[in-house]
Structure formats: structure tokens, C-alpha cells
């Protein structure tokens, strides 16, 4: 059943907004980009951990992970939490460094801002940043060019032009109907007739077929969606990215697929019992993904990527670490491993003990719509600079 179908795409809610780009068509491509929002404000340097750095230890004494027990990273000054062991053999990329400009602690604003590509706080937009994105690279043919693997639909995904949806992990994607063959096939021609444009239509009228029109029109295209590989753990991002791998597969034209997972990374408190959970949960979830993928032929055609609204401060309080600024984020799949970016200064804190990016959240933002063959500037409000030899 196909509950929380709910096109997001179309006329949206009056807004500011100082963005009012015109996004150009991209040619076709079977590129597609996974997004895995770590809500909440994930510490990327605890998950790439600068273990030869005395001033990161003295300032979390007791909520970093010991250097001893750290992945080692061949010739580099950083490592991996010791339980990413399968992702370690995976290769990623790692984008340090990157926040946005004029940060503050508010999970609200900041998550927002991500979602828009509101890369310094001044350039609000009434579209998502990835519903830009599907509006450039999907085809206006496509049934869905972005679809949120969640219960609910993501402001990310909010487009101009391009359908865009959400669906829960746990369904198959097909439009709520009777399972009595006879009562099926009339509440069908039924749905279809209400489904169709009539001119004496109202504004509101137009839009609920239109939105009516999309879910049936997603149903029906992925009506041979492939059973789910028991390859994936049983985890909630488990089960997202076991059904974001079959919707890859079934090959309809989705280029963006937004997984917003569950997991709680606003580790004010136990910091270490929460995250070293969390880096378990990732571990076995992205490493049977990329798995999955590279059985199935997309390996070279499919991005991960992370997002998260901020990091956590440099210094640690009791026994866990509160809203920060700069983070880590991390690449898979058609990535080029290694760690990329610039490694903030943690003897050089702002005002308020935060350490400062030094990469722009348009850069990465570029990075990724330059995979995608969309020109950043047609996306972003603000310059951003693809960051060199990450992607392919």
C-alpha cells in the first residue's frame, strides 16, 4: 500500500525567498544519488577521528575513541571508528570541513537551510536544493524524479516540475485498492476518471488530480517491483536503503532518492554508547547496500551521499558534545576514496568553541549536482565550487 504517497512537487506555500532560478534540462543519464540525512547534528569527527591530534583529545577526553582502537587510514593523520570494519573495505570519501556560513544551533533553522540550499542563511527558497536537482536531471516523463524512502515527505524534495514522493520502507508501492478482483477493477476506473483534468476545474480541484493522477501513474510503473534482498539488516536504515536499492532496479527514472534516517546524532549526552550504536547500524546497512548495487551492475552509477545540519562542538561537556558547526561528510559508490576538504584548526575555536569550516556548504552541494550533469549555479544560490577528484 502506498500510504504517504503524496506528490510534494507543484505549487507550494507562499515563501521569501531571493531564489528564482529557472532550471535547465540535463540529457538523460543512469546516474542516481542516494542522500542519507543524518538528522540532528551528526559529529563527523567521530566517525572520522584525527587520532594523531593531542588538541582533538584534550578536548574530548572521555568521548573520543582512544587512537589505539581507531581503523587506520594508510599514510593519514586520521582513521575510522572501529565499527566501520566493513566500510573501512568499502573505500569512501570524506568531505571534512564542511558547514554552513552564519551557523547557529537551532536544528530547525539549520536543517531547513540544508533542505533549500540556503548556504548562508540569506537566499530562503520555496524548493529543496535535491527537488532542484530532479527537476534538472530527471525526464519530465519520469514517474517520480525523486522519491523520500520515509513515512513522510521531505522539504528537500519540494520541485517545480518534477513529481516528487514519498514511500515507506515497508511498501510495495502500490496504489490502496480492494483485493476483490471485481471491486478492484471498477474502484480502479473509478480513481482514474477522478484522476483526469477537466477544464471547469479549480485551482485546488486541478491540483488534487494532478496529485491523484502521479500516485497512479508511480504505481503502475513500478508494479513489478523486485522482492527485497535478505542480504539487509533488519535495522530502520536497513530496510530504507533495501528499498532504495529496488527502486534503482526497476530503472524509472528516479535520480534522486532522499533517505532520511531515524537515527537520533544530537548526542548531547553518552555521546560514545549512542554513536558507536549508530556507526553499527551504518556499518552493516551501507556495506549490504553498496553490495547490492555492485551485484546488480550499478556500482559505478550510484552515489551516496550524507547531509546532516551541523557538527558538534570541539569541546566535549559531561559525556557527550553539544551543537557545533563543521562536519564531516562522506561519499560511497561512485566515489574516489580517500578524505578530501580541509581539516579545520582545533586550536583556532570561533567565539563560541566552534571550529570553523573551512569548506562551503555550496561546494559540496556543487559537488554533488556536478555528478549529476547539473551545472551547481543553476541550483545554488550562491557560487560553489565542485571539490576536485572526489567523484568520477
Known amino acids: 500500500m502506498l500510504a504517504a504517497c ?3 512537487s507543484g505549487p507550494a506555500a507562499p515563501k521569501p525567498t531571493t531564489t528564482t532560478t529557472t532550471v535547465p534540462s540535463v540529457p538523460a543519464s543512469t546516474k542516481t544519488l542516494v542522500v542519507i540525512e543524518m538528522a540532528g547534528g551528526h ?9 594523531q591530534n593531542a588538541t582533538y583529545y584534550q578536548l574530548r577526553p572521555t568521548v573520543s575513541v582512544p587512537a589505539a582502537q581507531v581503523i587506520s587510514l594508510a599514510g593519514q593523520p586520521f582513521g575510522l571508528h572501529p565499527n566501520l570494519v566493513k566500510l573501512h573495505s ?11 556560513s552564519n551557523s547557529d544551533d537551532s536544528h530547525f533553522d539549520m536543517i531547513a537551510r540544508w533542505w533549500e540550499a540556503d548556504t548562508d542563511g540569506a537566499h530562503s527558497s520555496a524548493t529543496g536544493f535535491f527537488g532542484r536537482l530532479c527537476d534538472a536531471a530527471a525526464s519530465p516523463s519520469a514517474p517520480a524524479g525523486g522519491i523520500a524512502v520515509s513515512w513522510r515527505t521531505t522539504p528537500a524534495l519540494v520541485s517545480s516540475s518534477s513529481v516528487t514522493l ?7 508501492g502500490q ?20 484522476a483526469t483534468t477537466n477544464g471547469g476545474d ?4 486541478a491540483a488534487g488530480r494532478t496529485g491523484l493522477a502521479n500516485a497512479l501513474t508511480f504505481s503502475d510503473a513500478i508494479v513489478d517491483l523486485s522482492a527485497a534482498n535478505p542480504a539487509y539488516p533488519s535495522t530502520g536504515l536497513g530496510q530504507q536503503l533495501s528499498l532504495a536499492a529496488r527502486l534503482i532496479k526497476t530503472s524509472i527514472g528516479t535520480k534522486v532518492l532522499y533517505v532520511p534516517w531515524d537515527g537520533d546524532f544530537d548526542t548531547h549526552s553518552a555521546h560514545r554508547t549512542n554513536h558507536d550504536a549508530l556507526m553499527t547500524e551504518l556499518d552493516d546497512a551501507l556495506d549490504a547496500f553498496l553490495g547490492d548495487m555492485d551485484a546488480a551492475g550499478h556500482g559505478s552509477d550510484v552515489l551516496v551521499a550524507s547531509i546532516s545540519e551541523f557538527g558538534r562542538r570541539a569541546a566535549q561537556n559531561t559525556d557527550g558534545l553539544d551543537h557545533g558547526t563543521t562536519s564531516v561528510m562522506f561519499l560511497a559508490g561512485a566515489a574516489n576514496g580517500g578524505i578530501y576538504g580541509q581539516s579545520p584548526n582545533w586550536s583556532a575555536l570561533d567565539a563560541n568553541g566552534n571550529l570553523v569550516s573551512p569548506i562551503s556548504l555550496a561546494d559540496y552541494y556543487a ?9 551547481p549555479s543553476s541550483v545554488l544560490p550562491v557560487s560553489g565550487n565542485p571539490i576536485a577528484g572526489v567523484v568520477s
Open 6 to 8: 503524496a506528490p510534494i
Open 43 to 51: 559529529d563527523g569527527y567521530s566517525m572520522l577521528i584525527p587520532y
Open 90 to 100: 568499502r573505500n569512501l570519501a570524506f568531505i571534512q570541513g564542511v558547514g554552513a
Open 166 to 172: 514519498a514511500m515507506p520502507p515497508d511498501s510495495n
Open 175 to 194: 496504489y490502496p485498492a480492494p483485493s476483490n478482483q471485481p471491486a478492484l477493477n471498477a474502484w480502479m476506473v473509478a480513481q482514474r476518471a477522478m
Open 202 to 205: 479549480t485551482v485546488a480541484q
Open 367 to 375: 559537488t554533488l549536482a556536478n555528478w549529476l550533469g547539473v551545472t
